[in-house]
């Protein structure tokens, strides 16, 4: 029987309810010290002079590390350009510049945690204050302040795309749409802070076992700081309580093996532990990326979408992280899933004194996708025309141009993701009218048979999206497993070496599942040796929607590797193998043109919600989500991810509203920043699993783990504009931002 298909239980599944699985703040050793950090606690300073003789003084203070103990002061996984600790003494050009409140700036090893904290408020740090700029479009201006004196310049990416002629195909369209948006920062609340144990492991290497999403970009990360060969670092992941792009970048694991490394200079071989609180984590860590995005687009009265001119201006923090990347992603996307003839698209990442922002799941797109899909929204209301069927006229087909010159891969199916969605929800099509959504079809969606009071407004929204599985634009993109089979005559038991992290999305699973099928034997003769850079080469990251189908591949390579010399009388049998998907290219920089992506993830989403004009209350009640995985390994875990990803996307457009005024955080506590909770949950999301099979995917299969985010906003506010007859072109919805507009027609400022 296939184990492909089936929704069997998690590898992980008793260990986490009986609570045996260890997070990396679970972990303890004997004699071990305690490691806090010190923050700037300022958005822009220049550090004359560090003073920490009297943390050290400080009875059970072990150690206290400052930039001058760092050999190589920088970092960033893709432009190292931040510092591991900001202050004079460093190797690097400004790196006695804090540039954000969550910027390090020492290091102390003490005997306790409150010890340790102690000493922090020891540490003098004479700070010299520099302008602050917190506006994107004010950072971009020649004269602004500038973060890096070294770049010239606040804008730190840039791309364009130009295909057709877009003010020519303004003049001829019948219907423009033109609109100015807005989208917020959202932090990633996964359930486990930062947290992590450093220590000498038998072989003599810096090992630290923490929560991360690549264990051997960690690895490559800390060696570069520390400039020792990075076979001298151990990277082991354990139970990961969360990641969601959030841990994509460094947060403790420099510091903490640089502590462990110069302690081990003094003789001294003591584990290290530390664990950030929330406040920590909240100031500590990236955001999602805030983006103002200007869209101007044009179609025919016959509902052809013939221009689109696309202006994004991404705000990137102090450093770049991942901006350079996500920035593409928007780029790519800011036009939908739509073949459009003619294209302009300007995109830019801006330093600015707020935290960093990076990867947070759709990496781009959900910001990218809420214009667009509100773009096609507006569209269709200025047409007269069905939201659904005015997307099914325009939506990419096998062998469509997108933006970029060049063809959608193969296995496109956006169109079967729409279809599914909209018949769920109420639509229909015929030949003559198209698809349409009958008015009785408000009266029969569940729920709703009794009429609301008169200040409860209801509505349907519809919106779509696609995305990326895998690295993009020229990456070169690769994944490893190695796979020994052990027994005589048949095989006892499989061994699978895969570095990919489990960030709590059940990938372990899936990869014991593709293994199982991959080489014939029952899944409980599959033992998974993972996320340890002892034991494993390189796997990637758990990013990109990449895990299921990167691993399926390199392990169905292992397996026939294994396999042939199985049969060859090899014991025990191994294969390893490396998995190289087809080549990227980066935009052209005039025009754009690249072949950004091997292979694409397609969603489709109905909204039903309530809007409580007394109180700007909004409630959404029912979610459809149809979403293509070209084959559901384990449909279980595919319906979790459709879920969560909905829940999630529904608390930034609703409920989460991360603010900051001049550089600071003013929601850096949970009871400040409101995550949805049970009350807030529809009553129903109902999945609906799409399986056409991708033709590069491991038995047709997709990464999904995005995709269920990416329509969300774009869905919401259309219903909210179909149960109030008012455009949102920012969020969160907060009641008091719904309220002001229905009554008064004024936003919320966004410090509000």
Known sequence: MSVIGRSVTRVDA??????????????????????????????HARIRRIDTSKAEALPGVVAVFTAKDVPNNEYGLIIPDQPVLCGPGSNKPYADRVRFVGDQVAVVVAESEEIAERALDLIEVDYEDLPVVTDPLA????????????????IFARYRIRKGDVEKAFAEADV??????????????YLQPEAGLGYIDEEGRVTIVVAGQWTHEDQEQIAHALQIPKEQIRVIYPAIGGAFGGREDMSIQIVLALAVW??????????????????????GHHKRHPYIIRAKWGATKEGKIIAAKVELIADGGAYAYTSTKVLGNATLLCTGPYEIPNVWVDAYAVHTNNIPTGAFRGFGGPQALFAAETQVNKLAEALGMDPVELRMRNAFKEGSIMSVGTPVPKGVSIRE???????????????????YRPPEADREWPGWTEPPAPHIKRGVGFACGYKNVGFSFGYPENSWARIELYGGAEIDHVVVYYAGADVGQGAHTV??????????????????????????????????????????NAIRGAARIALEKWRDEERPAVGEFVYRPPRTTPYDP???KSEPNFAYGYVAQ????????????VRVVDVISANDVGKAINPQLVKGQIEGGVIQALGWVLTEHFIMKDGYVLTDKMSTYLMPTIVDIPPRVRSIIVEKPDPLGPWGARGMAEMPFLPVAAGVIHAVRNATGVWFDTFPLIPERVFLTLHQRQPVPQEA
């Open 14 to 43: 008793v260990s986490k309810v009986t609570g045996e699985a260890k997070y990396p703040g679970d972990f303890d050793r004997p004699d071990q010290l305690y490691m806090k950090i010190l923050f700037a606690h300022r958005p």
């Open 417 to 435: 993701v729409i279809a599914a969605a909209a018949r769920a929800a109420g639509w229909k099509h015929d030949e003559e009218k198209g698809w």
């Open 511 to 552: 990869i014991a599942q593709m293994a199982a099928e991959a080489v014939g034997v029952p899944l409980e003769k599959v033992r998974l040796k993972v996320s340890d850079t002892a034991f494993t080469q390189n796997s990637g990251s758990a990013s990109a929607s990449r895990l299921t189908f990167m691993a399926g």
């Open 262 to 283: 110069r302690l081990a200079q003094r003789g001294i071989y003591r584990p290290i532990k530390i664990v950030w609180s929330r406040e920590e984590s909240i100031i």
């Open 606 to 617: 109905a909204f039903a919600v309530e809007v409580d004009t007394e109180t700007g209350q």
């Open 139 to 154: 950072a971009m201006k020649p004269d602004a302040p500038l973060l890096h004196p070294d770049k010239g310049s606040n």
């Open 176 to 189: 423009i749409v033109e609109a100015e948006y807005r989208t917020p920062f959202q932090e990633h609340v």
């Open 590 to 592: 005039e025009t754009g």
